[in-house]
């Protein structure tokens, strides 16, 4: 039998996620410089085994070189040197991706650069033929092209992760991409997803209470579709519900039912002393970490073996300290 257990606070592995060059360091931007990030080089480079690429670069395209603007429909642009010879590079472009994109089945995050009409994720800026930007925004071609392969891929602009509950977000979302893939997608069975889904109960319940209602009646009639559409519907379903990071309301919410298991095994003035706590958080006084590091606590201490598994209390290892500051 399979055997899931939390992520502990110093795991003997890393999380192979992709990433622009640029970010590490590499001398891969149209100016010859780069845009290297603090956090995707300090707190994140303990956790995560990075596969850099430049698709501009993977294109034959030198340092430094002129740059480029998507130009035409928003809904499919074509990628053009801004000069005024508006040469399209587009095929190019794309050729030197394309083949890659089939070799990163094995990655559980990617983190793009920002503002750039190849690897931009939102906001990227389209023109007109006669030079003017469109008022519709878009997304670069690899990031587009990224997206489409990989729709369950969670995928963050490194800009977007200096706000903390993004990050928070994004981390969160890339273990649990990590966990489907080795815990469902490697052995698939009705067994190992739902052992998944047990496992992350509150957590979905934290994120979307509809979602967690709807996960748990697909669930329930499981066994009448077949296996390969029901991980890709129920991770489709799942992805969504965790895209958009939770709320304290409902983060409490959670954090009050598992507060459920120790009704027998905990006095009633500890529990009040917990839910206290749980009323500072939503009450924005106390960080996320307070009121669960406490609730833990008392969970090792006298919750039984189901509610200890509960990856909600330790969806990525604590060591990244993200619960901190959200």
Not at 40 to 62: H, I, K, M, N, Q
Not at 89 to 104: A, P
Not at 247 to 264: C, P, T, V
Request: some cysteine; overall charge positive; aromatic content about 10%.
């Amino acid at each position: 039998m399979m055997s899931f257990k939390k992520t502990t606070s110093r795991p003997g592995y890393t999380i192979p996620v992709g990433i622009s060059g640029c970010l590490l360091g590499d001398e891969v931007r149209h100016d010859g410089g780069h845009r290297r990030s603090k956090l995707c080089l300090g707190t994140f480079s303990d956790f995560f085994e990075y596969r850099r690429f430049c698709p501009e670069v993977a294109a034959g395209f030198g340092t430094p070189r002129p740059t480029m603007r998507l130009v035409g429909d928003p809904g499919n642009p074509r990628l053009r040197l801004s000069d005024h010879s508006g040469e399209d590079l587009t095929d190019q472009v794309v050729s030197g991706f394309s083949g890659q994109l089939e070799t990163w089945s094995h990655l559980d995050g990617y983190i793009l650069m920002k503002n750039s009409p190849s690897c931009g994720m939102t906001g990227i800026k389209i023109y007109r033929e006669n030079g003017y930007p469109l008022e519709q925004r878009g997304r670069g071609l690899f990031a587009e092209a990224l997206l489409k392969k990989y729709p369950f891929l969670p995928v963050e602009e490194e800009g977007r992760l200096n706000d903390h509950v993004l990050r928070e977000n994004f981390v969160m979302r890339v273990y649990v991409h990590y966990n489907f893939r080795h815990e469902v997608r490697r052995q698939p069975s009705y067994h190992n997803l739902l052992q998944f889904h047990s496992s992350y109960k509150y957590l979905l319940m934290a994120h979307n209470q509809q979602a967690y209602r709807e996960l748990g009646q697909l669930l329930a009639v499981s066994g009448k579709e077949p296996l390969p559409e029901l991980l890709d519907e129920y991770q489709f379903r799942f992805t969504k519900a965790v895209s958009k990071p939770a709320k304290r309301g409902s983060q409490s919410n959670a954090m009050q039912h598992i507060l459920g298991y120790l009704s027998r095994t905990v006095s009633s003035e500890e529990r009040l002393g917990i839910l206290d706590v749980i009323a500072q958080y939503h009450r924005a006084e106390v960080n996320l970490a307070t009121p669960l590091t406490l609730l833990n606590h008392y969970i090792q201490r006298a919750g039984n073996d189901y509610v200890r598994a509960q990856r909600y209390l330790e969806p990525y290892p604590a060591a990244m300290g993200l619960r901190n500051q959200v």
